[in-house]
């Protein structure tokens, strides 16, 4: 279950309902899936997307995706530090950016406007669809593996729109042996309110 921050103004969120309506408001789309039959996290690709298949057709349709696939970055895979260097740097993309994790640790960092950075700790079993336009970063922590089912937007996703901002410098994860922090101190910046309600 996802664990939300908020550096900025000192608060932290770990109730389902509660994370879903915050980040509802910032453009965010957040769910917990259980698959209809046990499955590893490492099973083949179609053992995967058939314990999930009602979920993911139902998501599919409602929000208009044009298919879904199953994707596994590691320290092996090729140009696997320079892919991670593209999530990690402030960016916004043309459509939804939806991914459901199946064995991964990391943080996606929201950036509202006019609002603090909200910190999206994932981890199995979330679903977290980033809405056009959103700024955003994405953080591996422990494991350095990334393995989720990614949807794909009617129209080409890939293309990053980086913000250029050097926010993500103020909340870098602090890794400790395999331990991982969230981030380090963040600098002050003054934020508006924000509510959970
Ligand atoms: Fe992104």
Partial sequence: MAIVRIPQI??????PDEIQRLLAEIGVDYARWV???RVSAWAPTRQILAAYKA????????????AYD???????????EAML???RREHWHDEDEAHFVLAARGFCNIHPVDRP?????????DLLSVGPGVRHWFDLCAGWRFRAIRFIARSDTSHFHYTESGIEDDF???Y???ACFPYKRPKLRIPRTISAA
């Fill in 10 to 15: 000192g608060r932290t969120f770990i109730m």
């Fill in 176 to 178: 400790m042996g395999l």
């Fill in 70 to 80: 199953i994707v596994d970055l590691s320290p092996d895979t090729r140009r696997f």
């Fill in 35 to 37: 698959p209809q039959n």
């Fill in 117 to 125: 950075v909200v910190m999206v700790e994932l981890e199995p079993g």
């Fill in 55 to 66: 979920q993911l057709k139902e998501y599919k349709s409602r929000r208009a995706f044009a």
């Fill in 172 to 174: 870098k994860p602090v």
């Fill in 85 to 87: 260097g593209h999530f």
